[in-house]
């Protein structure tokens, strides 16, 4: 049996690389031609058939020539990722954030992710901003703290000027807003990078501080021991500590706190921070402050019904909350936190406007989806079926799925009725801009920061469809339902904006300044001086 298993093991090791191997060679490869355009329109057919709020921004006339036009500058046979380059832009025309489409990037064999697990890029060690039209180092997780506050002239000989105005082409933000497109480009700026350049070792930056201008070469490093995993060779142990069964006890009751604790928090691997914080910033309790970086992961409802809980007992006057950079996540995180910050009754989302009565077959039968994920969805397709019949409705010649959010409820009687104030920035977007919107509607909260990238009408999300091209094999990705509060703004396409516009500088940066924090503090202090 032990032969068999190894055997199957081999086998699927084997079948493992030789799939890895085929799909890097696809990507490199020079497509044809026509085999491009195929690829053009059925991404644009998958758009029209999947999509409920296509021609919301962009009138479909003007997304009829803009697809055809890309078509016609395809005149010699390219590679998956400079054909990523040309569709990208495209695609951002339908000026719906949820949209984004992959680029060609080269897969890793199991050996070879395990070799590159041992090393990290210092590159990516790097945190970017942009601001006055430049690229700025706002911040370090490597050893160089003099590259803080410097700005990024050149990247391998390349204007980092040139290459931002064409990352800005590869994304959108809902609707006509326009901050989304400066706080992405300069955050997501690592990642934007990699799908223009793909895989690299090395590259030679060039970067500009005080006038003065230096250079550095940031390579791919082997990975530093954790301190308390090194061994001190002077030192050899002739006996192993031994716990004592109550110390054994007290470290696994520890652990399990530490696990509770990060659960209920949020616990980010990748930069050993958290998604949910709270605390007070003024020693008398007066003034709390609550960090929520997304909806996305961790036990929310012990996190809010504890924070609240607190507030409650302390008679707290203040709650800073700060959305800024998140992204948005879970509608359920967003409807329990806003039950905690209103009084009144209150219906989070409508009813959602999709283009079939079967939402959920599109989207666990899409050509991305595992064979068994689409084998389990047609083994119990009779129960899926009558779910999203009984859910679904037409009205007006539209389609609409009834989510549970959609439902009139009533405030936490724990419900916060002090003064609210909410941080809020460019990436500011989805979910966490749905929250936004009650609470601007409502007029709940003091606004501070910047204009949200996500739009105050809604956008198009939910459940997503994730198509993959059948000759480039990029893969773009779309949301299947539209997400909206009840309450509306005209003009249409843009974000929630701030009562106070407040935009940090990068000296503010440098000095790790937080002006929209410090001037409700400040506003603070001064009303209670009033």
Known sequence: MKKIIGFVLVLMCLGSCTSVKKYNEQITRLHAVEDLKTDVDKVYQQLKSNHPKLYQYTPKAVLDFKFDSLKTTIVTPINSREFYKKLAPVVAQVKQGHISVGSANRHFTKKERNKLKKKKFEFYDLDFEYLNNKLWVSNTKGEDSTLIGSEVVKIDNEDTDYLLNIYK??????????????????????????????????LSM?????????????????????????????FKPSKTLKLSPSEKKENRKAAKEKRKFDRKHGFINKTEGYTRTFKFLEADSTVAYMNIKSFSNGNYRKFYKESFELLDSLKTQHLILDLRDNGGG??????????YLTNESYKLVEESEVNTRLPYFKYLLSNTMPLAVKVSTVLVSPAIIVQNLIKTKKKDDKIYYKLRFSKEKEPHPLNYNGQLYVLINGNSFSASSLLSTHLKANNRAVFVGEETGGAYNGCVAGIYKIYEMPTSKLKIRMGLMQIEAPQKQTPDGYGIKPDVEIVPTIEDIKQHKDPELDWILNTIKTNEKL
């Open 169 to 202: 082409t590869w994304f959108s933000s809902d609707g006509y807003n326009k901050t989304l497109y400066n706080k992405y480009v300069g955050k997501g700026f690592s990642a934007l990078y990699y799908k223009d350049k793909g895989f690299k070792d090395s």
């Open 330 to 339: 879970r509608i359920a995180e967003v409807d329990y936190l806003y039950a």
């Open 206 to 234: 060039t970067f500009k501080l005080k006038d003065s201008l230096f250079s550095r070469t940031l390579k791919r490093v082997e990975k530093e021991k954790k301190k308390d995993s090194v061994a001190i060779d002077s």
